[in-house]
């Protein structure tokens, strides 16, 4: 392999077969490095208790508690960028076929981008944005500190302890995927 | 009695610079989360419409490694780099809280088109918008923080 090909294999898409496992081998490597469980929403405790909330879910030390998982976070923003802004994929994103055309009956366009063009500081200040995003980022919050984990900590690390509640957890997270996409979805973009 | 106060008053520096490593390894997580392309929203349409494969493929292979590290961990007790023993806690054995929370999450999960790896990975990205997403996020989980005496678990 010369240089050039493999800067072209960082710059493009990696398949699930490849993508999959690499994800799956941070749950060895935070145990490895420190003994930590793999989670990504206990940062919005974190935060919380950062911020001064004064509530008792969030009177514990988090320099102590969440240092780490801070870092971890603040590491995803930095590898993002990294993978994203300068080894971005040049073909921009291709999305499937069957799924543009039901999209579109939305009236939402494919374009290349990571999201539609609702999610950005224009679209902020609409109903429609207002409810994808305000109204979804608080549905993610409260969901997460309420079922204790998100897809990292229940779905992937969760499901590979064998935890009963991770399952239950990743099917409530499945059935209002699933009603956010079929009526949620369709009754928002049709305001 | 001393020993102890002069090492709680060495912590906050050395605390940071010892967990450096956990920055390197989001830095690793984050990497494959957008060559995966899970952060985007189109991929999490195509898994709520079981139309492609692709964010099965990544989480069921995800899930197996994840699995079959573990065993080998377990099974050759193998200690953290540091010599530490390795071991996970396991949930709470109360169901409510987990299908409950699991919909609230799930429903803004397809609404945002991002759960919390990528909302940060988004934002790494230069999409500054999910910095509103976050924020509302950190809202969500303060107003459970609130409530969470009234609420069943």
């Known amino acids: 392999m010369n240089a050039m090909s493999v800067l072209h294999y960082l710059q493009e898409p990696w398949p699930w077969y490849i993508a999959g496992p690499l994800i799956g081998l941070t749950v060895p490597l935070l145990l490895l490095l420190g003994n930590k469980d793999f989670g990504v929403s206990s940062n919005l405790r974190h935060m919380c208790s950062a911020l001064g909330s004064k509530a008792r879910f969030f009177s514990y030390d988090w320099r102590k508690e969440g240092a780490w998982n801070l870092l971890f976070f603040l590491g995803i923003c ?5 993978a994203g802004v300068l080894l971005a994929n040049p073909e921009g994103l291709s999305v499937a076929q069957s799924t543009t055309q039901s999209l579109s009956t939305l009236g939402i366009t494919t374009n290349g981008h990571l999201a539609p063009d609702i999610f950005s500081w224009a679209g902020l200040f609409s109903l429609k944005g207002l409810l994808l995003m ?9 969901g997460t500190a309420y079922a204790g984990g998100c897809t990292s900590g229940h779905s992937i690390l969760g499901l590979a302890n064998f935890q009963l509640p991770s399952l239950v957890a990743t099917l409530g997270f499945f059935i209002g995927g699933l009603v956010s996409t079929h009526f949620l979805l369709p009754f928002i973009f049709k305001l | 009695m001393a020993s102890i106060q002069v090492k709680t008053a060495a912590r906050p520096a050395s605390l940071v610079l010892g967990q450096i490593k956990f920055l390197a390894a989001g830095l690793y997580f984050g990497f494959v989360l957008v060559k995966a392309e899970v952060l985007s929203w189109y991929r999490i349409q195509e898994m709520f419409r079981f139309q492609t494969f692709h964010m099965y493929g990544v989480i069921g292979t995800a899930v197996l490694v ?8 377990r099974r050759f007790k193998v200690k953290t780099f540091d ?9 709470a054995p109360t169901y409510f809280r987990y299908i409950s929370g699991g919909i609230l999450f799930g429903l803004g999960w397809a609404l945002t088109g991002a759960c919390p790896g990528p909302i940060a990975a988004l934002i790494g990205t230069g999409s500054s918008v999910f910095l509103v997403v976050l ?9 459970y923080g609130i409530l969470r005496p009234k609420l069943p678990h």
Request: glycine share 16%.
């Open chain 1, 78 to 82: 930095l590898g993002a960028f990294v």
């Open chain 1, 134 to 142: 305000i109204g979804g980022g608080l549905l993610i919050g409260f």
């Open chain 2, 66 to 73: 994840a699995a079959l590290s573990l065993w080998l961990l």
């Open chain 2, 83 to 91: 010599s530490q023993d390795i071991s996970l806690k396991p949930k």
């Open chain 2, 135 to 143: 924020a509302s996020a950190v809202a969500g989980t303060w107003l």
